[in-house]
C-alpha cells in the first residue's frame, strides 16, 4: 500500500523535472533598433569566438562582461550516455588512420541558468597526457581548460550565424521585417563553428562542434537614457 501511495508522488516529481526549464531572461523586442542591436551582438560573439584559441574562454569574458550570473564562471555539463563515431573523412584532418583510438565528449556550457553552447568534441588520447584523459573522463571541466597547457590553437573549419535578426542584403536593397514591438521571436540556436585543435608542435588532437543558443543573448536590452 505504501509503494502505490508513493507511485504518484514519484510520477510528479518526474513530470516537474521533465519540465523544467531555464528562467526567462529579459525579452529583447520586435523594433529596428533591437533587432539592429541583436545582430550587431552576434556577429561581436562570432568574431571574439574566431579571435581566440578556447571558446570556454570566449564565454567566460561574455559571460561576466554582461553579468549574466551573479558568479560569471562558465561551467560544463556533460552529457553522459551518447556516443558519435568519428566519420572517416574527419581522421584525415586529425591526421590520423582507422585504427587510431578516437573519444567523443559532448558538453554543454553554462553561465549561471543559462546554458550557451553544446559542444561535440572528439578527440585522439594518445595526443593527450594520462592526467588530461582521467580528467576528461572522470570530471565535468571544459576541454579547453583541461588542455590548457598544451599551448594549442585553432583552425577554424566553418563558423557562422544559424540565424539573423535581419534578412540577408538589409544593408542595401532587401525589405525589412515590418517592426511589431512584441517580443522578438529568436532561433533557439544562433551560431555555429567547427574547429581543429592542435597543440604548439602542431600535431591536431581534436575535432570540436560548437553549437550557440539564443542564451548567449538572455541579458537582454540595454535602456536607452533620454
Not at 574527419?90 to 541558468?113: M, S
Request: with cysteine; net charge neutral.
Amino acid at each position: 500500500m505504501r509503494k502505490l501511495l508513493l507511485l504518484p508522488l514519484a510520477l510528479m516529481l518526474l513530470t516537474v523535472v521533465a519540465n523544467a526549464r531555464e528562467p526567462a531572461g529579459p525579452v529583447w523586442k520586435d523594433t529596428a533598433l533591437e533587432r539592429a542591436q541583436v545582430l550587431a551582438l552576434l556577429q561581436t560573439l562570432n568574431a571574439n569566438l574566431l579571435s581566440h584559441s578556447s571558446a570556454t574562454q570566449t564565454l567566460q569574458e561574455w559571460c561576466d562582461a554582461h553579468r549574466m550570473a551573479a558568479e560569471p564562471k562558465i561551467v560544463a555539463h556533460r552529457v553522459l550516455g551518447e556516443d558519435k563515431p568519428l566519420p572517416t573523412a574527419d581522421r584525415e584532418l586529425l591526421g590520423i588512420g582507422p585504427d587510431e583510438p578516437v573519444r567523443y565528449r559532448r558538453v554543454r556550457l553554462a553561465c549561471g541558468d543559462w546554458v550557451l553552447s553544446d559542444a561535440d568534441n572528439w578527440y585522439v588520447p594518445s595526443r593527450l597526457t594520462p592526467e588530461m584523459n582521467e580528467q576528461l573522463d572522470r570530471t565535468d571541466v571544459p576541454f579547453g581548460t583541461v588542455v590548457k597547457s598544451l599551448g594549442f590553437h585553432r583552425q577554424t573549419l566553418s563558423a557562422g550565424l544559424l540565424w539573423s535578426p535581419l534578412p540577408n542584403g538589409w544593408e542595401t536593397d532587401a525589405q525589412l521585417p515590418p517592426p511589431t514591438g512584441k517580443p522578438m521571436a529568436i532561433a533557439p540556436h544562433v551560431l555555429e563553428h567547427s574547429a581543429v585543435l592542435y597543440r604548439k608542435d602542431n600535431q591536431p588532437f581534436s575535432l570540436v562542434v560548437e553549437t550557440y543558443t539564443a542564451n548567449v543573448l538572455a541579458f537582454g536590452p540595454r535602456p536607452i537614457k533620454p
